[in-house]
């Protein structure tokens, strides 16, 4: 008992093929169309951005660093770390030399080279602890504001990286007062 006349009559028009459907419910994209030019221009400029602001940053200037490096109580335990020498930062070659002796089958050479491992290991833990409480001691007297939180982790592992590889690069050479 259904009537067809009335079914049809209420739409008006015929169901529109599903390609058809489709193409209408197509939003253009939210970026406009660029040339292969714009692209190239575009990854050109952001590579340049890229490149000035590392080049800041490895130049020490405040504005280009995370905000992990900012502030002056940083940029004072960056520079003390910087002006001496520590045992941390010549660690990765002693343990290569470390390394290099394990290979020889000679057990006292091999047990000297796990002994001098051991040795460097624990002499830059010490080390490490002697300079997070300096630094500490220096950060409460030279800015009394600023909070001493994680500032002697900081730079005990500023210490421990090898000079040439540290970021920001060193501002000041070893045993310079600044």
Same mark, same amino acid.
């Given at each position: ?9 209420? #739409?008006?028009? =015929? ?11 197509? &939003? ?48 004072? @335990? ?12 010549? /660690? ?10 394990? @290979?020889?089958? &000679? ?12 040795? @460097? ?12 409480? #300096?630094?500490? #001691?220096?950060?409460?007297?030279? /800015? ?23 970021? =920001?690069?060193?501002? &000041? #050479? =070893?045993?310079?007062? /600044?």
């Amino acid at each position: 008992m259904s009537n067809t006349s009335d079914a049809s009559s209420k #739409k008006g028009r =015929p169901t529109p093929k599903r390609k058809e459907a489709q193409s209408k419910r197509i &939003v253009s994209s939210l970026a406009p169309a660029s040339t292969k030019e714009e692209k190239k221009r575009a990854r050109e400029q952001s590579r340049a951005s890229r490149n000035a602001s590392r080049a800041a940053y490895l130049r020490g200037e405040e504005s280009a660093m995370p905000l992990r490096d900012r502030g002056p109580a940083r940029r004072y @335990v960056r520079n003390l770390v910087d002006a001496r020498r520590s045992i941390g930062e010549y /660690f990765l070659p002693i343990i290569f030399v470390v390394l290099l002796l394990s @290979v020889f089958p &000679v057990p006292a050479l091999q047990y000297g080279a796990i002994a001098l491992m051991y040795a @460097v290991l624990l002499t830059a833990a010490i080390d490490g602890v002697f300079l997070s409480r #300096k630094i500490k #001691k220096e950060i409460r007297s030279r /800015f009394p504001d600023s909070p001493t939180k994680g500032l002697g982790l900081y730079g005990w592992l500023r210490s421990t990286q090898m000079r040439r590889l540290r970021t =920001p690069h060193p501002q &000041v #050479k =070893p045993g310079e007062s /600044f």
